[in-house]
């Protein structure tokens, strides 16, 4: 049966790709949202002594729309938390106790199901959803309430530890116009989800999902040469013009009136690359960084308002604590911008971002904590006038070693061009959103307090 399951999953993810290949885009909907996920056990004495509860997992995917059904494939993360309080006896006293974690399940699944148009905006829909996990992670935690201290311990899940995952899925779309809309959905599973452990101690999956949807149906085409130029226009100068220098000097103040300030120069090397050095007084760092938007190239057949920037650095944090040798105050990152342009003043993007500390796969353990870690941009840049404009981006940790709480930050900010500068002001909960500075920033409780005014002069000499 799983050989069956395994061949109809492969088969489901080939015929759609094949499809979206060979018809131009037509009848495509992209997805990508959250997971809040939960697992039920098979025994209810288990389910009503642990605390299960929603673990928050990312999905995005694609879908193809058949005239009586909808086909798609994507990627899912499921899993549950879980918490207890309870009493260890050692030595023959019992000491308080708490135990936390979660489990988190990566998986790739094909979905067929079968839409039911209530109006013009309201689609209700029901079918199954079949999917096999590559890997996860389950994280426990044991916590000595009396004393403050605890241990955890964090063990990798391989592809063989699982079942492959059957289930129902039943929701509902909701479109704002032809293009964007959104879609609430609950996928129940009908399979035990590990395939080493006994009837009696395993579980199953249930998920609500939560996701914008992008309808590549309707979208106008545009030229490519309009669709570039129009998508520089408010693109936050990430690429700059060939032998342009754009020179910014900045400040952040919490509410304490703590002031840091920064400084950065940036030079187009070419039309479609960009190399800059910052100086940030927070952090004591100093980064080299480079830009380019090389690839759009490749996307001109595509014809979509679509721009992609890819952007690596690395930082020289100049009193970070030397561990294991002179090279431990270097971080690097990798960065991929993906910017869509909806309507003539209005630009969405999403970032995921590669941090590595450089102390990394060195002689630290737990292995890959904190010294590799992943992170989601989602923002939006909006032309209100010639002069001004409004932006601003969330920041979440998507993966991590040890961490069981979400970590998130925000900024929002305005800018408004004057006849030689450009003014700045943001407000966030992070003193920086740039480079590296984000690693650093997770593990700062008062950063995550503190609401931080920004100020920022900016100068284009041509």
Do not use: C
Request: proline share 2%; hydrophobic share 35%; aromatic share 14%.
């Amino acid at each position: 049966m799983i050989i069956k399951v395994e061949f109809f999953l492969k088969l489901v993810f080939i015929f759609i790709f094949v499809h979206i290949t060979t018809l131009a885009q037509k009848n495509i909907t992209v997805f990508s949202g959250y997971n809040f996920s939960t697992i039920k056990y098979n025994q209810d004495n288990i389910n009503e002594n642990v605390n299960f509860n929603s673990h928050r997992g990312l999905n995005i995917g694609i879908e193809y729309r058949f005239p009586k059904i909808i086909a798609g494939f994507g990627y899912f993360q499921r899993g549950s938390g879980l918490s207890r309080a309870t009493k260890l006896n050692i030595g023959g006293i019992d000491y308080n106790i708490d135990i936390s974690g979660h489990e988190v399940y990566n998986y790739l699944s094909a979905h067929l199901v079968y839409p039911y148009k209530i109006n013009q905006s309201l689609e209700l829909f029901g079918g199954i959803q079949i999917g096999k996990s590559n890997n996860g992670e389950s994280l426990a935690k044991l916590k000595f309430t009396d004393f403050n201290s605890s241990r955890s311990d964090n063990i990798e899940l391989k592809s063989e530890d699982f079942n492959i995952d059957q289930g129902i899925k039943l929701g509902m779309n909701y479109m704002l116009n032809p293009k964007f809309g959104f879609r609430a959905s609950y996928f129940s599973g009908l399979m035990n989800v590990r395939s080493n452990l006994d009837d009696s101690l395993n579980y199953k999956n249930n998920s609500f999902q939560a996701s914008l949807l992008i309808n590549f149906k309707n979208i106008t085409i545009k030229s490519p040469k309009n669709l570039l130029d129009s998508t520089k226009s408010i693109r936050s100068k990430l690429i700059i013009p060939a032998k342009s220098i754009y020179v910014q000097v900045g400040s952040k103040a919490d509410n304490s009136a703590n002031v840091k300030s920064s400084l950065s120069v940036n030079y187009g090397v070419r039309d479609n690359v960009t190399v800059g050095v910052r100086k940030n007084e927070h952090l004591e760092t100093l980064d080299i960084y480079i830009r380019t938007n090389y690839f759009n190239k490749f996307l001109r057949k595509i014809n979509y308002p679509i721009n992609i920037v890819y952007h690596s650095a690395m930082s020289n944090k100049r009193n970070k604590s030397v561990i294991i040798d002179e090279v431990d105050n270097f971080n690097f990152l990798h960065k991929t911008v993906f910017e869509y342009k909806i309507r003539a003043s209005t630009i969405l993007h999403i970032s995921p971002m590669y941090v590595h500390k450089n102390i990394a796969k060195t002689k630290l353990e737990p292995k890959g904590f904190p010294w590799d870690l992943w992170f989601l941009e989602a923002g939006f840049n909006q032309v209100r006038n010639q002069k001004f404009y409004i932006y601003g981006s969330a920041y979440r940790l998507i993966k991590d070693a040890e961490l069981a709480n979400s970590i998130s930050f925000y900024s929002l900010g305005v800018r408004y061009n004057l006849k030689l500068i450009e003014l700045d002001f943001s407000l966030s909960n992070i003193s920086n959103t740039y480079e590296t500075a984000l690693a650093d920033e997770i593990n700062s409780k008062k950063s995550k307090e503190n609401i931080r005014f920004g100020f920022q002069i900016n100068k284009t000499f041509n």
